[in-house]
């Protein structure tokens, strides 16, 4: 049977948590962007800008 206490981070565990932490604030302030609803916003903004260009050029859309 698991064990249903979460166990402890290792301090790499940590380190590596703290290193995505900080590139993702970096990335945000790079791309002028303070929260996940402002990234999804501009990705939903992005998507459409993108495939707005593909239909005028004619270039098939990407298969999902």
């Known amino acids: 049977m698991a064990d249903p206490t979460?166990?402890?981070p290792s301090l790499?565990?940590?380190y590596d948590r703290l290193d995505k932490l900080e590139?993702?604030?970096e990335d945000m302030a790079e791309l002028s962007?303070?929260?996940a609803v402002e990234a999804?916003?501009?990705i939903l903004k992005l998507n459409g800008q993108i495939d707005a260009l593909?239909?005028?050029?004619g270039?098939?859309?990407p298969s999902a």
């Not at 593909?54 to 050029?57: G, L, M, R, S």
Request: aromatic share 4%.
């Open 40 to 42: 999804e916003q501009e």
């Open 54 to 57: 593909e239909a005028a050029d």
């Open 12 to 14: 790499y565990d940590l």
């Open 6 to 8: 979460p166990s402890t």
């Open 33 to 35: 962007v303070s929260s």
């Open 23 to 25: 590139e993702l604030l």
């Open 59 to 61: 270039a098939p859309e």
